[in-house]
């Protein structure tokens, strides 16, 4: 499985996920989101050690669970698609509101190559079309702000990543960087 390309690797690569204008702090925040986020959804957070940058994330993050009934089947899972040769850790997999959805957190702003990477996790799923993806955005201020994509979009969302996936193959096909 580690020989696969990563989902956002392949975006990258093919110029999809700017490489500019982000920080080693905004990053690292983001990572430290995940976590904060991941440890309190499987009952595992001291949250009493956490950070205080992270602490408005993480209320944003309780803020969406409250609004929504959400039954995660997945929780940063790593996932890989066999046939087409690509992975990836959807955030999570599972339903809102009763609906399927595959969930991407964000502590940044919205960026049009969610949908191709939210396309790829969801084609990782056995049956891809029936998912809906979103985005929970969550904010500085312990908000959160959804960004949806419906099941109507997957086709062509998934058409784009799999274009930037064949260009990833033969690059390293290749052997271009």
Not at 8 to 18: V, Y
Not at 73 to 81: F, K, L, S, W
Not at 122 to 127: E, F, H, L, N
Not at 138 to 156: E, I, R, T, V, W
Request: glycine share 8%.
């Amino acid at each position: 499985m580690n020989n696969l390309p990563r989902v956002t690797e392949i975006l990258k690569g093919c110029g999809l996920i700017p490489t500019f204008g982000f920080t080693d702090e905004a990053r690292d925040r983001g990572t430290a989101v995940h976590m904060a986020c991941q440890y309190y959804d499987l009952g595992d957070l001291d949250e009493s050690s956490l950070d205080p940058v992270l602490v408005p994330y993480l209320a944003g993050w309780k803020k969406f669970l409250a609004d929504h009934k959400c039954e995660w089947t997945a929780i940063e899972q790593r996932m890989e698609h066999q046939t087409l040769g690509y992975r990836g850790t959807p955030d999570r997999v599972g339903y809102v509101n009763g609906t399927l959805l595959v969930v991407d957190v964000k502590s940044g702003a919205s960026a049009k190559w969610h949908r191709w990477q939210l396309a790829a996790y969801a084609g990782m799923q056995s049956d891809p079309y029936r998912y809906l993806r979103m985005v929970v955005r969550l904010q500085d201020d312990g908000n959160y702000k959804k960004d949806m994509f419906p099941a109507s979009n997957y086709p062509a969302d998934f058409n784009v990543f799999c274009s930037a996936l064949n260009i990833a193959n033969v690059k390293i096909l290749e052997g271009i960087k």
